[in-house]
């Protein structure tokens, strides 16, 4: 007789799959071996929020996939994960329920991994840290200080938000309508020291790089390119009142039309072009002005005329305008204003008076966009103009007046100035149990964080009481994962175990991720130059990359103030993690944006639950199937036709996957579960039953299908393979199948036991 048929009981099956993956250590990474692929899959860092929300839910399915997948495959795979813990979500989070963040933190992260497990995605857990542990972010400080000595880190002025009542630094987020958060008194901007990161070495490079990258998808690409801002035109010298200067133009067909120049405030020579004392005045003003906050819009950008010129080649004098529209569209440079070709330029140029005004042609318009698109008279008119470039991306500011952060090594002594900690006295701890209050700044309060001796000079003297943007941290929160846990405190960036795993074989982020890669990008770069990343020649940390788009409901972004915020948790317990999974995955394709609908949750329920009792029924059946050789020999036909559905199916699948488009391979799972069922029909239809030897190619059928189905409902899948009684549990995690499994000799049936 048959055996009991299991109903489809996900909470059930998937505790059992769990405990079992437990148990064999399917997730540890492993030691690999010679001629093994080496494939480290890294899924995006989440804020310690304290909750999954369904992006990360998409995230680490899309990476889980494919991580099951390689395994299956027979690589050696690594599916590291950690929290991007300090910065100011998980401050304003303590602050609200007044506890300290370091106690906060550790109760979200905890409940995120049990929501993590329960989902069933295949992290080595033991590898999994906090960027705010002490280990790690010793490593931040480590990192800061060795930038820093190579000259890529640098102190300047910054123009933040302060709140006089609250005596802090406000974040922008924490200013409304000009307003403290707090207090609601308003705000003032005022200009203080900030660290910086200088990435203007590396641009080229990464610009160079990015046309390079394979395996990097379209969107990720894209969002590279975005942040990297490159205009193409052309540059010439010019002389004037404040000397020489290069001033680039994109309309390189329209360099002799130019009324004006504009240049940077942050141009490295814009002090030469502000002599008097009321036009640096005005310079003071802008810089002060925060040109964050004010319109990028060319007719409200804050702009001022220096008064000095400079003369173009046919003798016109072109006047010299300052305006922090040039970083935005072509970074801290100077540019060529042409309001014959440029909308924006002509909307500048309608608001300064020595800049002659702009009367639109009325017949000859055309004429002049024909100039813009290169028309070479123009150009060539003008001597000494040559090819050029430039970048938008430019340095940033690190530090944060906030206390939840990593703490920056410096001292400032009196006497020496600002004084890097030698690296031996890393880490510079931030104390636990710090409790901000959204008011004045808790560590420059704590003296026994503040008072310290100079390390130059033996003084008295003040640590910095600024923190690290936890951008900065996530400058290197891939590289954690690849080190062992027990050797991280001596060995973080110079491990063996390094050159294994790196670069990572695919990066899986959201599509708002860009900016965060980019300077992993650079970062790599310099630690490349430095020496510990050396290895990794073209300074690429990771060699493939996918964005997904996020996850929105009934057309709209989640949110609890819209009161569409799809809860993981509600859906896992009722539907089970492989639903949940396979529905996410199907929904959309990773470029788009997923609109969740409970349609695909029950399309992705429907076909476990029918996978399972259909193939369970099969299984049953096989032993009782008779077999007659002769009946056997008619069908064979049919199951050379199953045969190649299931090779081509399995082609499919596969190339999916390798694809990470695996809302095509779970159609195509689909379409091959179909055609399984077609087969029965089929040869139901022309001989009343199965012979043994049909049933058999079925279930073997079968047996590819769950295989295939693993990388996606990993506990359903793997609870029908050992169901099939084909596999035997030593062989999981399951091999992927290969092509040609399925018998279709009908001598191939086994004889009836
Ligand atoms: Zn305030
Ligand atoms: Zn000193």
């Not at 799959?17 to 399917?26: C, H, I, P, T």
């Not at 090779?647 to 699948?653: E, K, Q, S, V, Y």
């Not at 030897?693 to 409902?713: C, H, I, W, Y």
Request: aromatic share 8%; charged share 25%.
């Amino acid at each position: 007789m048959g055996k009991q048929k299991p109903s489809y009981d996900a909470s059930r099956i998937e505790a059992t799959r769990q405990a079992a993956w437990e148990q064999r250590g399917d997730f540890e990474a492993p030691r690999p071996a010679a001629g093994q692929a080496r494939v480290y899959v890294k899924p995006s860092s989440p804020f310690t929020s304290g909750n999954l929300h369904m992006g990360h839910v998409r995230d680490y399915s899309i990476g889980d996939a494919y991580a099951r997948f390689r395994r299956a495959r027979g690589d050696a795979v690594l599916l590291g994960f950690g929290f991007d813990a300090f910065g100011l979500p998980a401050e304003l989070a303590a602050i609200e329920r007044q506890e300290p963040p370091a106690e906060w933190v550790a109760q979200c992260g905890e409940r995120m991994l049990g929501q993590m497990r329960r989902l069933g995605f295949s992290f080595d857990y033991d590898r999994v840290f906090y960027s705010s542990d002490e280990g790690q972010y010793r490593w931040s400080q480590w990192l800061f200080l060795t930038l820093l000595e190579a000259g890529l880190i640098y102190r300047d002025d910054a123009t933040v938000d302060w709140c006089d009542t609250c005596q802090t630094t406000l974040a922008s987020i924490q200013v409304e309508d000009g307003r403290c958060w707090r207090c609601h008194n308003e705000v003032r901007l005022i200009r203080r020291p900030t660290w910086f990161l200088r990435i203007t070495p590396y641009l080229d490079e990464n610009d160079r790089n990015t046309e390079e990258l394979e395996n990097w998808d379209d969107l990720s690409l894209s969002t590279q390119r975005y942040i990297l801002g490159r205009s193409d035109g052309v540059e010439l010298d010019l002389e004037g009142d404040g000397g020489p200067l290069t001033v680039f133009t994109p309309h390189r067909g329209a360099v002799g039309l130019a009324s004006f120049v504009l240049l940077s405030p942050r141009h490295p020579e814009v002090d030469a072009w502000v002599a008097d004392a009321t036009v640096r005045e005005q310079l003071e003003q802008m810089r002060s002005g925060g040109w964050d906050r004010s319109a990028r819009d060319a007719r409200s950008v804050p702009v001022f005329d220096t008064g000095s010129s400079l003369t173009a080649a046919d003798g016109t004098e072109l006047p010299v305008l300052i305006s922090p529209l040039v970083d935005a569209r072509f970074g801290p440079t100077a540019a060529l204003g042409i309001p014959a070709v440029d909308e924006a330029d002509r909307g500048l140029a309608a608001r300064i008076e020595r800049v002659p005004g702009f009367v639109e042609p009325e017949e000859d318009g055309e004429e002049a966009k024909a100039d813009t698109a290169g028309g070479g008279a123009a150009a060539a008119a003008v001597p000494g103009t040559r090819e050029a470039k430039r970048y938008r991306a430019n340095d940033f500011s690190i530090s944060r007046q906030r206390s939840w952060g990593t703490p920056i090594p410096v001292v400032h002594c009196e006497a020496c100035g600002v004084v890097p900690v030698p690296v031996e006295d890393l880490p510079v701890v931030l104390p636990r149990d710090i409790r901000p209050t959204g008011e004045g700044n808790p560590l420059a309060e704590r003296p026994d964080f503040v008072d310290v001796d100079c390390p130059g000079c033996g003084a008295a003297a003040k640590r910095e009481t600024d923190t690290l943007d936890c951008h900065f941290d996530a400058l290197w929160l891939w590289v954690p994962a690849a080190v062992p846990p027990e050797d991280r405190a001596e060995l973080m960036f110079e491990h063996p175990d390094l050159k294994e795993w790196l670069p990572a074989e695919r990066l899986v982020a959201g599509g708002d991720s860009g900016g965060f890669v980019f300077d992993q990008r650079i970062v790599t770069k310099a630690l490349r130059d430095i020496g510990p990343f050396a290895f990794l020649a073209d300074g690429e940390p990771f060699a493939g990359c996918l964005f997904h788009e996020m996850v929105i409901a009934d057309g709209r972004k989640m949110s609890k103030h819209l009161g569409n915020v799809v809860n993981p948790d509600e859906l896992v317990e009722r539907y089970g993690a492989d639903t949940v999974r396979l529905a996410i995955l199907y929904a959309a394709g990773p470029a788009k944006t997923l609109n969740w609908s409970d349609g695909a949750l029950r399309f992705a329920n429907r076909f476990l639950r029918n996978l399972w009792t259909y193939s369970h029924d099969r299984f049953a059946a096989l032993a009782e199937a008779p077999h007659d050789p002769e009946a056997a020999a008619e069908t064979e036909f049919m199951r050379d036709r199953l045969r190649k559905w299931c090779d081509n199916g399995l082609a499919r699948i596969t190339d999916d996957v390798e694809q990470l488009q695996m809302h095509k391979a779970i159609r195509n799972l689909t379409r091959l579960f179909e055609r399984i069922q077609d087969f029965e029909k089929r040869v139901v239809a022309r001989r009343g039953q199965l012979d043994r030897a049909d049933a058999e190619a079925q279930v073997a059928a079968l047996v590819l299908l769950a295989g295939a189905l693993s990388p996606f409902a990993p506990h359903a899948a793997e609870e029908l393979l050992l169901g099939s009684g084909q596999i035997e549990p030593a062989a999981l995690p399951a091999a992927w199948p290969g092509a040609a499994a399925i018998p279709v000799d009908a001598d191939a049936a086994a004889p009836l036991s």
